[in-house]
């Protein structure tokens, strides 16, 4: 549990009950995903543990936040459906028990105008959401279908029952048009699509008035030039970050594998922590130069690269059987760069 606040401390500058379950391994982000879409009665339902193993893990997190002198704060929790009914932790779902999961915990080192910053981002209420299904599907209301559906009194709707079929849709892929077009709406919803391989929902574009889709394109388009100088700003300072985690990481590399072969580190950093490839390396805890991802980005490296892992997989070994036949080298590897 520590370790998981610590991670989320060190890189937000606050932690919250969800950071920690999900550090755990109890929940995975589409499970929370799920339920602040309003999908499911209750954020247990989705979890891997009962609630009472969950409040324990509360109790450990409130003890560890008032020892480093942390500040309270609560947070609604709201679901993204038209009703935006609060959302509930646990399935009895008691007072005392909902308040203490909506405690969010703050560095005090944080100035008072980022800690409302935080607050107002953290309560506010989360985007309705407008399901592209997979399979066939039926409309509560009217028996019908339609490209999307969008959950009420958990029940799916087509956009003509949730009166919002006057939207249209504009595709992900332009992020300024987006968000223009989405606070110019009076109305709008985001629209999602479940990837079974990833297993997981992605955004596929968001429902918005046609007018206002008209003004956001029309301010784009007034602006366009100056945001192409800030997206370059911005591409050249990422870069920077990138290549200082870089070498952050390379060094830490270096500390806990003495015996690492002359450029493997740098290697091995630079093909975890490249930016958007959801590699080991991009995760809150590598970030954090956390010990146990670090080894793993470093396991990813000798499995590949020292073992003959990618051959039994070409050969139809399955993963998982794979990665026990070749754990005896792994380990001897790693023996001996540690030495």
Known sequence: MAQAAEIALATRRYVTPIDVLTGLRWLHDRHVQTWRQGRVESLERLAAVDADRMEEALSHLREWARSRNLLESEAAYTAGTRDRRPLRFTAAGGEETERAFRVHWLSPDLSEARRRQIEERQGRAPDLVAVAPLEAWTCAGCGESGPYLIMEDDAPHCLTCADMDHLCLLPAGNAALSRRAKKESGLSAVVVRFNRRRKRYERLGVLVEEEALARAEEQCLADEEARLRRRERDRERRADEDAGFRDRMAEEIRRLFPGC???????????????????????????????????????????????????????????????????????????????
Not at 321 to 331: G, L, Q, S
């Open 261 to 339: 072969p002359a450029g493997r580190a740098e290697a091995i950093a630079g093909h975890a922590a490249v930016r958007g490839s959801g590699r080991v390396g991009r995760t809150a805890a590598a970030r954090a130069l956390d010990e146990g991802a670090v080894t793993l980005a470093v396991v990813a490296s000798v499995r590949h690269l020292d073992t003959d892992y990618d051959v039994l997989l070409m050969s139809g070994v399955p993963r998982m059987t794979a990665r026990e036949r070749i754990r005896p080298r792994v380990d001897e590897v790693l023996a001996s760069w540690r030495a």
